[in-house]
Nanobody, 124 residues
């Protein structure tokens, strides 16, 4: 599985961005996907996950109500809509595939493949 994340950039606090992650190499609709982020000097942390069908979604408490994960299995793409961005959302965002589960996990070790990351910078 190959994952290509895009959509990052520089935005002011309160603004919005939409990240995309295009997948290839295996039937996209058969596995769960997740988004993680890693700020400078910190460990990579879970942001959001989505089941293979898109019906079940999970969010970290820090982004709940502001971020929305979705997927389009016809386009082999998962999205992360980020609204009301805060400076503390600044990080490199990574998409990941969990091939062994139909429902996304919250821990890094559950994921099998990772995208290259896309930088999100939120200015105050």
């Amino acid at each position: 599985v190959q994952l290509q994340a895009s959509g990052g950039g520089l935005v002011q606090a309160g603004g919005s961005l939409r990240l995309s992650c295009a997948a290839s190499g295996r039937t996209f609709g058969s596995y769960a996907m997740g988004w993680f982020r890693q700020a400078a000097g910190k460990e990579r942390e879970f942001v959001s996950g989505i089941s293979w069908s898109g019906v079940i979604t999970y969010y970290a408490d820090s982004v709940k109500g502001r971020f929305t994960i979705s997927r389009d299995n016809g386009k082999n793409t998962v999205y992360l809509q980020m609204n009301s961005l805060k400076p503390e959302d600044t990080a490199v965002y990574y998409c990941a595939a969990d091939l062994d589960s139909s429902v996304a996990g919250r821990t890094r070790s559950q994921y099998d493949y990772w995208g290259q990351g896309t930088q999100v910078t939120v200015s105050s």
